[in-house]
């Protein structure tokens, strides 16, 4: 007994080691989506266009998921020109920090799901959760969704990362 309950242990531990291992590892594509979406929020620190249009597939939405102000669920869109054009012509600091991202990739789609704060001029604006979807497309992943919900409640305004 004492041989076979030494082995049980061993692969039990063994067992127990291996996600932990597997958890640390990142695949090229996880770090090829995680690096789009800093050169999306670094695109609007630096209000750099290429940067901020080059993240975006040509049939990209950008939506806020929120409340109307009778507190009524409401979805509105912005279109990805407009957001880029609302960056470039701001002459506000714009500086929006995700921490705890979460990725899943199945073949050629790929999910984000980023806590973050929002500072305008240092200054803590709101906090929400990006949700993001990429597509693998010849050029590499690109962003074809992003929806947002944005909430002064609940959220840590020293949390920058």
Not at 16 to 22: D, F, H, N, T, V
Not at 87 to 99: H, I, R
Request: proline fraction near 4%.
């Amino acid at each position: 007994m004492r041989g076979r309950g030494m082995w049980t242990v061993g692969l039990v531990l063994a067992g127990l080691s291996w996600p932990l291992g597997a958890a640390g590892q990142m695949s090229a594509d996880e770090a090829e989506i995680r690096a789009v979406v800093t050169t999306l929020f670094d695109g609007m620190r630096e209000k750099d266009g290429g940067k901020l249009r080059g993240v975006w597939h040509d049939d990209a939405r950008l939506q806020t998921a929120g409340l109307d102000q009778d507190g009524v669920p409401r979805l509105s869109s912005t279109p990805i020109d407009g957001f880029v054009a609302g960056v470039l012509g701001s002459e506000a600091e714009l500086d929006e920090v995700t921490f705890d991202e979460v990725v899943q990739i199945d073949g050629a789609l790929a999910t984000v799901w980023a806590p973050y704060n929002l500072f305008v001029n240092g200054s803590f604006q709101h906090c929400g959760v990006d949700a993001i979807q990429f597509v693998r497309t010849p050029d590499g992943w690109k962003i074809f969704q992003l929806t947002d919900t944005r909430k002064r409640d609940g959220c840590d305004p020293e949390r920058r990362g």
